[in-house]
C-alpha cells in the first residue's frame, strides 16, 4: 500500500512539475525547483557564485534540458516562418518598423507632423519623467553596471591620489599621525571585514547586514583597546551579530558578554586562534587611561594617588607628542617597522633603512620632510647601535624578535608641542611571537639601551640624541602645602557622603540615582528598585544591552514618566552622563595642572617659547571659530574655553603633553591642558 501511495505521489509530481533536470533543475542549497539556478539566486540568498557551488556540487544541473539551446534546436517560435508572417500583418500599418525582416511601415504626412516641434511626444513632462524613472530604474538594478561602477570606484578608492585627497580635507587621518587608538580601530575594522567574508556561512543572520542591520562586536572595539585585547580575537566571528541600527548605535562602547564567554566559543569554533594570542590578551600591557575613565577607582585609591604626587614619589615619565616607529636588529643591520605584517616572522618583512623612503612614499604620499625626517632617524639608529657587540646585540633584540618602541620627536614632524630639538625616545622593548602576537614587555629596557649607548659615547648623532624614557622631577610640596589642601578639598566636595571604598561607578550611580527620583517625584511616581537598577544599568553603566527600552518601558506604569523616559533616553541621556562625571574631570585637570606646572625635566627647551607658541595657535583658533558661522563650533568653542579656563588657561601653559605613571598595574596619564588645546586646534583643524 505504502509502495502504491509512492508510485501515486511520484506521478503527481511530474504531472505537476515535469520531469527532474529535464523540466526543472533543483537548487542543491535550498532546495527550491526553478528553471535556471542563476547567479543572482546564489549570490543573493547562499553568498556563493555559481564556481563555489559547481565545485560544491560537482554533478549539479544549472538549466534544465528543455529550457537548454532552444534556438539551435529549432524551438524558437520565431525560426519558424508561419510565426514571423503572422507578426508582420499583424504590424502592417502601424508606425512601426520590423527590424531585420526588412519590412518598412508607410507613414503619412499626419504622423510627420505630429513629432515636428512642441508635438514632439519626448518633450511631454510627463513623457520625460517616465523616461527618466525607466532609466533610473535600468541603471538601479542592472547589476554588470552596479558591478563597473563598483570596481572603478574601488580602483580609484585605493589610488595615491584619492587617499591624499582625503588627508588634505582633513577627513581621513594620516597614519603617521595616528594615535594608538585610532590604529587598533582600524586593524579591528579590517580584520573584522575579512572574518565577515571568510566565515559568513557560520554567523547568524548573516545575509541580514545592511544599511539598517550593522555588524556589531559582543565585546566593544573600545573595550578591546583598553583592556589590550588582541585584535584577532574582538575581531574573530564568534564576536559578531548582526542588530538594528538603532541597538547597535545605543549600546555604544559597552559589551554584552564577557571576555570569558567569548575565549570558551572560540575554542570550539570554525577558527580556533593561536593559543599565545589566547594567553596574553588583557595582560600586563594596559593602555593609558584618564583617572576618571577606570570606573573601579575607588575615592581611596585617588587620595593615595594625590598623596604620592605631592611627595614627587610618583615615579612618573614623560608623555611624548611624536612619531612612532619600532625597531630592532636582524642580519647586521637595522630594521623598522610600522604595523602588525612588519612584526611577524622575526621582523622577516621589516624595512631597512635603505628601503625606508620606498615604504613611506607608498603609504599615501607621504610628505616629503617626513620621510626624511623617519630616514635620518633609521640612519641615526643604525649608526649608534652598529657600535655595540654582535653577542650584546643579539642579547637585546634576539635577531628580529624583539622589538624597541621608539618615537621620533622633531620640529620638522611636530604634531602640537614644539619641542625646539631633536630627540629619539626608546620607551621598552616587547617580544613577539610568529604571528606578530605581543608575548612580554621588557622591564626598563628603554633605560638599559640608553645606557649601552652612552657608555660607548654614541648617544649624540648627527641629528638626533638618543635617550630612553624621560623621567620626570615631581616637587615635593608640604604636607600642608595651600595647593594640597585645595586639591583635597575639591574632592571632599565631590565625594560627598560616600565611603573612600566607594568606586567612580558608584559615585555615577548615586547622582543618577538623585536625578531619576527628582524626576519621577515630578510626576508623582514611585519607582521600584528593579526599574531603577535597570535605568542605572543603561544610563550610569551603559549597558544598554540587558536593559533594552523596550523591556524598561514595559515596567514603567506612569504615562507621562513613560513619556519622558523615551524622550530623555533617546536625546539627553549621554548629554546627562557627561554633566555627572564633569566635576571628576575638571578635579583630575586641576590636580593635573598643579603637578605638571611645579614639576620639571621636560624635553621642551625653551618654557617661553613653548608658552607663546600655544598661545599664538589658541588665540588664532578662537579668532576663525569666532568668525565662524557654525553654531556648533561656536558651541564647541564656548563649552572648551570654559574647561580652559577652569584650569588656570594661559597662566598654566607648559610645552608637554603631560606624565605617565603606574598604580596598581594600571597606567595612568595626567595630561592637563594638552586635550583642551588639542579640541580647540581640532575644531579648526578638520575643517580644513
Known amino acids: 500500500m505504502d509502495e502504491l501511495q509512492s508510485k501515486i505521489n511520484e506521478f503527481i509530481e511530474e504531472w505537476w512539475f515535469g520531469k527532474e533536470n529535464y523540466d526543472y533543475v533543483i537548487c542543491k542549497e535550498c532546495h527550491q525547483k526553478m528553471k535556471q539556478i542563476q547567479y543572482r539566486h546564489l549570490l543573493y540568498k547562499h553568498n556563493m557564485s555559481v564556481e563555489i557551488y559547481l565545485k560544491k556540487y560537482p554533478n549539479s544541473m544549472l538549466i534544465a534540458e528543455r ?76 547589476l554588470s553596471i552596479k558591478n563597473k561602477k563598483s570596481e ?60 539598517n542591520n550593522h555588524l556589531d562586536h559582543k565585546i566593544s572595539i573600545e573595550y578591546g583597546y583598553i583592556n589590550n585585547i588582541s585584535p584577532e580575537i574582538i575581531s574573530h566571528y564568534k564576536n559578531f551579530r548582526i542588530v538594528n541600527h538603532s541597538i547597535n548605535e545605543s549600546k555604544g562602547r559597552k559589551s554584552i558578554i564577557s571576555l570569558e564567554e567569548l575565549l570558551e566559543e572560540i575554542k570550539y569554533s570554525h577558527h580556533i586562534l593561536n593559543e599565545k594570542t589566547l594567553l596574553t590578551c588583557g595582560g600586563a600591557y594596559g593602555h593609558l587611561l584618564h583617572p576618571q575613565e577606570n570606573l573601579e577607582l575607588t575615592f581611596g585609591d585617588i587620595k593615595q594617588m594625590i598623596n604620592s604626587l605631592f611627595s614627587g614619589k610618583m615615579e612618573s ?151 630612553g624614557p624621560n623621567k620626570i622631577v615631581l616637587k615635593n610640596f608640604n604636607e600642608l602645602s595651600e595647593e594640597k589642601i585645595k586639591i583635597l578639598a575639591e574632592l571632599k566636595n565631590i565625594q560627598g557622603n560616600l565611603p573612600d571604598d566607594a568606586t567612580i561607578g558608584r559615585y555615577k550611580d548615586v547622582n543618577w540615582t538623585v536625578f531619576i527620583n527628582d524626576i519621577s517625584k515630578s510626576f508623582s511616581y514611585q519607582i521600584d528598585n528593579s526599574l531603577l537598577s535597570m535605568l542605572l544599568g543603561r544610563w550610569s553603566r551603559h549597558e544598554k544591552a540587558e536593559n ?12 507621562q514618566f513613560k513619556y519622558w523616559f523615551s524622550t530623555f533616553d533617546k536625546t539627553e541621556s549621554d548629554k546627562k552622563d557627561r554633566e555627572i562625571i564633569k566635576p571628576l574631570e575638571l578635579f583630575f585637570l586641576h590636580l593635573g595642572a598643579e603637578i605638571l606646572y611645579n614639576a620639571t625635566g621636560f624635553l ?65 596619564k595626567l595630561t592637563r591642558v594638552f586635550a583642551q588645546l588639542n579640541q580647540l586646534l581640532g575644531i579648526i583643524k578638520f575643517k580644513k
Not at 621620533?408 to 602576537?437: A, C, M, R, W
Request: glycine letters at 6%.
Open 67 to 142: 529550457f537548454k539551446n532552444t534556438k539551435e534546436s529549432g524551438k524558437n517560435p520565431m525560426d519558424i516562418l508561419e510565426n514571423r508572417e503572422k507578426i508582420k500583418k499583424s504590424l502592417r500599418g502601424r508606425n512601426v518598423g520590423f527590424g531585420s525582416t526588412g519590412h518598412k511601415c508607410k507613414h503619412d504626412n499626419s504622423s510627420k507632423e505630429l513629432i515636428k516641434g512642441n508635438n514632439n511626444p519626448s518633450k511631454r513632462t510627463e513623457v520625460k519623467n517616465k523616461i527618466r524613472e525607466s532609466l533610473k530604474e535600468y541603471y538601479s538594478n542592472n
Open 152 to 211: 572603478t570606484f574601488k580602483k580609484f578608492r585605493n589610488s595615491n591620489e584619492f587617499k591624499q585627497l582625503m588627508y588634505n580635507n582633513g577627513y581621513w587621518t594620516h597614519p603617521l599621525y595616528k594615535n594608538e587608538k585610532q590604529l587598533y580601530v582600524e586593524i579591528v575594522r579590517n580584520l573584522s571585514n575579512e572574518e565577515y567574508q571568510k566565515y559568513f556561512e557560520y554567523i547568524d543572520d548573516a545575509k541580514l547586514r545592511s544599511r
Open 317 to 467: 615619565y614623560e608623555k611624548i607628542d611624536g612619531q612612532q616607529i619600532s625597531i630592532s636588529w636582524k642580519n647586521g643591520k637595522l630594521i623598522g617597522a610600522r604595523n602588525k605584517s612588519h612584526l611577524k616572522s622575526g621582523g622577516q618583512n621589516a624595512f631597512t633603512v635603505q628601503q625606508a623612503p620606498s615604504f613611506f612614499n607608498t603609504s599615501g604620499n607621504v610628505p616629503p620632510h617626513i620621510v626624511k625626517s623617519f630616514e635620518t632617524a633609521m640612519m641615526d639608529l643604525q649608526s649608534a647601535l652598529s657600535k655595540i657587540s654582535p653577542e650584546e646585540l643579539q642579547k637585546i633584540f634576539q635577531e628580529g624578535k624583539r622589538f624597541m618602541n621608539t618615537e621620533i620627536v622633531s620640529p620638522e614632524t611636530q604634531n602640537v608641542i614644539p619641542y625646539f630639538k631633536n630627540y629619539l625616545i626608546f620607551h621598552g622593548l616587547i617580544e613577539y611571537d610568529e604571528n606578530g602576537n605581543v608575548i612580554k614587555s621588557i622591564e626598563n629596557s628603554g633605560q638599559q639601551l640608553e645606557n649601552i649607548l652612552k657608555s660607548i659615547g654614541v648617544t649624540n648623532q648627527s641629528k638626533f640624541q638618543i635617550k
Open 548 to 559: 533594552s527600552s523596550i523591556k524598561i518601558l514595559s515596567k514603567i506604569n506612569n504615562t
Open 604 to 668: 621642551t627647551a625653551s618654557l617661553d617659547n613653548s608658552i607663546s607658541h600655544f598661545s599664538n595657535k589658541i588665540r588664532t583658533s578662537v579668532e576663525q571659530i569666532t568668525k565662524s558661522s557654525n553654531v556648533n563650533d561656536l558651541k564647541k568653542l564656548k563649552n572648551e574655553m570654559e574647561r580652559f579656563e577652569s584650569i588656570g588657561g594661559y597662566s598654566k601653559l607648559i610645552g608637554s603633553e603631560g606624565i605617565v605613571f603606574s598604580m596598581k598595574g594600571q597606567l595612568y
